[in-house]
């Protein structure tokens, strides 16, 4: 069966300090894999997506993320954080072949601290 | 590009009550949109998928006469809580996904704050 665990469900950070959000997932096949952000009150917006091309994304705002086939690992991470940045974060697996069906992890809640 | 917008943004109803949430796609048209509900501090739960043109696909667990699902065009869906009661407050969210590339990933609405009195 398929499934994401992200690893920490609150990460606190300073601001200017680099972020690491970790999310390791299980799939038969090869997965796509998503990060999206929500803010209080908000939908997901989406950060980045792994579709089974380069294994290192960039995403929006900063962000980026590896896929490590042999680690079955795509985290999170930014070199700076921001006070702007601090949200909850899903990891999302998309299993291969299921165009509908997403497998959301727990969620981290990031803060951030002057 | 890809805007989702849901309405309304919040709603305080009392027990017994329909309420109505519509999910819009802005700039793209989609096929197919999806519901979920997410309580507080958890993350989300697929209730079900819609399709224009027919009828929803529930998950399990989900009551298919509790939340009536419609999508009439390929840019609108909506959810209604029937005879809703206090255990359906909930933060409920909707995304649609572009027709034509199944490979394309989701887009989220802002979400609809639910609370029953």
């Known amino acids: 069966a398929q499934s994401v665990t992200q690893l920490d469900s609150h990460v606190s950070v300073s601001e200017g300090t680099p972020v690491l959000l970790r999310c390791n997932y299980s799939s038969s096949y090869s997965p796509s894999l998503f990060w999206y952000v929500q803010h209080p009150n908000k939908g997901l917006q989406l950060l980045l997506k792994?579709?089974?091309?380069?294994?290192l994304v960039k995403g929006i705002n900063g962000f980026e993320a590896e896929f490590k086939k042999s680690e079955t690992s795509f985290h999170l991470t930014k070199p700076s954080a921001h006070m702007s940045d601090a949200a909850e974060y899903f990891c999302?697996?998309?299993?291969?072949?299921?165009?509908?069906?997403?497998?959301f992890g727990a969620g981290t809640r990031l803060a951030v601290h002057p | 590009g890809a805007v989702v917008s849901q309405h309304p943004s919040w709603v305080i109803c009392k027990s017994g009550t329909s309420v109505k949430i519509e999910c819009r796609s802005l700039?793209?048209?989609?096929?197919?949109m999806f519901w979920y509900r997410q309580f507080p501090k958890q993350s989300l739960m697929l209730m079900a998928t819609s399709n224009e043109g027919s009828k929803a696909t529930y998950e399990q667990g989900v009551e298919k006469d509790k939340f009536l699902i419609n999508h009439a065009s390929l840019t609108l869906s909506t959810l209604t809580v029937t005879s809703a009661h206090p255990e359906d407050s909930s933060f409920y969210i909707c995304?649609?996904?572009?027709?034509?590339?199944?490979?394309?990933?989701?887009?989220f609405g802002d979400g609809t704050r639910l609370s029953i009195l």
């Open positions: 999302v697996v998309r299993p291969s072949g299921g165009y509908n069906k997403l497998i």
């Open positions: 700039d793209f048209q989609a096929t197919t």
């Open positions: 792994y579709t089974s091309a380069a294994t």
């Open positions: 995304s649609a996904r572009l027709t034509g590339n199944s490979n394309q990933p989701q887009h």
